[in-house]
Structure formats: structure tokens, C-alpha cells
């Protein structure tokens, strides 16, 4: 069992720049593989980023490549998304997950955060 919380959402203007995080607790967490999602009122859930356990891997939805950064830290037991040049777009709630190892679906996740909102004005 692991345990998430995200911080760091808020409201940003268009072009700004928010910088989440996933805090980790319970089991070791080096042994999991993280993602975040996001989901907007009225759609599904959508795969953002993941990074690998040891963090040499990392996987983008193409909507956030070149603007979002995912890292994470294991001596910290936190990843974070680094959101640069947002856009209206981008507004959701955001959820931190883990599993063994990388994925981009939401329903190979076996363990969730609560979300964090996250809302982009234009």
C-alpha cells in the first residue's frame, strides 16, 4: 500500500507556470512507477506524464510535450510536474498515481491521489 497527496494547483493565467507535487508514504517508493492525470468537468480522465522508478524513463501526452516536466526525487518520496506556458486547456483536477512500472492508462494504476485542481484563466 502507498498513500499520495497532491499540492501545488491553484489558478494561473494563461502562459504561466505551476509546479505540482506528489508526496508519497507507506511503502517503498522507490518500487513505483508514478503518473499524473488529469480530468476536466465532463471528460475522462487523461494520462499527463509518468517517470520510471529509478526516473531514467519518462513518457508525455503529446498536448503537454515540450511545456511539462516530470522528476522526482526518492531520497524525498515526492515527483513533481513542472507546468510551464499553461494554457485554458490544461485546467482539470490532477491526479498523482503509482504502479510497478510506466503506464499511460489511468485503469493500470493501482494507487490514487485525491487530486489537486488546477485552473488555467485566458
Known amino acids: 500500500q502507498v498513500q499520495l497527496v497532491e499540492s501545488g494547483g491553484g489558478l494561473v493565467q494563461t502562459g504561466g507556470s505551476l509546479r505540482l507535487s506528489c508526496a508519497a508514504s507507506g511503502r517503498t517508493f522507490s518500487n513505483f512507477a508514478v503518473g499524473w492525470f488529469r480530468q476536466a468537468p465532463g471528460k475522462e480522465r487523461e494520462f499527463v506524464a509518468a517517470i520510471s522508478r529509478g526516473g531514467r524513463t519518462t513518457d508525455y501526452a503529446d498536448s503537454v510535450k515540450g511545456r511539462f516536466t516530470i522528476s522526482r526525487d526518492n531520497a524525498k518520496n515526492t515527483v513533481t510536474l513542472q507546468m510551464n506556458s499553461l494554457k485554458p486547456e490544461d485546467t482539470g483536477v490532477y491526479y498523482c498515481?503509482?504502479?510497478?512500472?510506466?503506464?499511460?492508462?489511468?485503469?493500470?494504476?493501482?494507487?490514487w491521489g485525491q487530486g489537486t485542481q488546477v485552473t488555467v484563466s485566458s
Open positions: 498515481a503509482a504502479r510497478y512500472l510506466v503506464a499511460s492508462t489511468a485503469r493500470e494504476y493501482d494507487y
